[in-house]
């Protein structure tokens, strides 16, 4: 019950307070450190990184991250968690697509776009008219939540944890920094997109750990008898 009710609480906390940075960023407030943010890590990120930093942006992609939430709900075998973190992972798109279309902040300028694609296609030069928030960042945080959960919740040693849980860390460094350097997202972007996608984690979080509650649990095995 304890834990129930803390990811509830902090889930709800993490969502006012993308709501309350979503009203601030419409309101351009962060516009200076965003252009500023985006100089400053082109300037001094070496160019020979911008295939890597490209290389997580597609990993980073709806369709990628879609079936490896997928497959990673089937390997954990819990139906509810799956059904509530697919729930999460399509609530983040709504809320990513009602951003886009609601809060004022313009992507990028095109000459600051560094990303890399081995095969151009038309639609990869089509940007949406809003940046805010960063799906990338959303969908990276979200999973990555569902899969710390997994890993400190197995039965697997604290050095096996410890080092997958550092690998995560780096991927998700890699992956929003990669959002500013390659001229994709503005920082404000990166940080809604990531709080977002904290927040209905650590709601679908909640969920779970009520549904799975051993007393609960019995006590629905007693009432199908």
């Not at 890590?41 to 990628?64: A, H, K, T, Y």
């Not at 604290?158 to 995560?168: C, D, H, N, Q, T």
């Not at 977002?196 to 609960?216: D, H, I, M, Q």
């Amino acid at each position: 019950m304890r834990k129930n009710l803390i990811f509830l609480g902090v889930g709800l906390g993490f969502f006012f307070i993308f709501v309350l940075f979503s009203y601030l960023v419409h309101k351009n407030l962060f516009v200076g450190i965003d252009f500023d943010t985006t100089v400053r890590l082109q300037n001094n990120i070496p160019r020979r990184f911008d295939g890597i930093f490209s290389l997580f942006s597609d990993i980073g992609s709806f369709e990628p991250m879609v079936i490896f939430l997928i497959i990673v709900i089937l390997l954990w075998r819990k139906l509810i968690a799956g059904i509530l973190f697919l729930g999460a992972f399509v609530s983040f798109h709504i809320f990513e697509l009602f951003g886009k279309y609601m809060v004022n902040h313009p992507p990028p300028p095109e000459f600051m776009l560094r990303t890399e694609r081995v095969i151009q296609f038309d639609q990869f030069h089509v940007r949406t008219e809003f940046s805010y928030p960063s799906g990338h960042s959303g969908r990276a945080i979200l999973i990555s939540s569902l899969l710390l959960f997994i890993i400190w919740h197995s039965h697997w040693s604290r050095e096996v944890k410890i080092i997958l849980s550092s690998l995560i860390a780096i991927y998700l460094t890699i992956m929003l920094v990669s959002r500013v350097y390659l001229g994709e997202h503005w920082t404000s972007d990166v940080i809604g997109g990531g709080i977002l996608g904290l927040s209905l984690s650590l709601l679908a979080l909640s969920a779970y750990s009520y549904s799975n509650k051993p007393e609960r649990t019995k006590r629905l095995h007693l009432t199908s008898e």
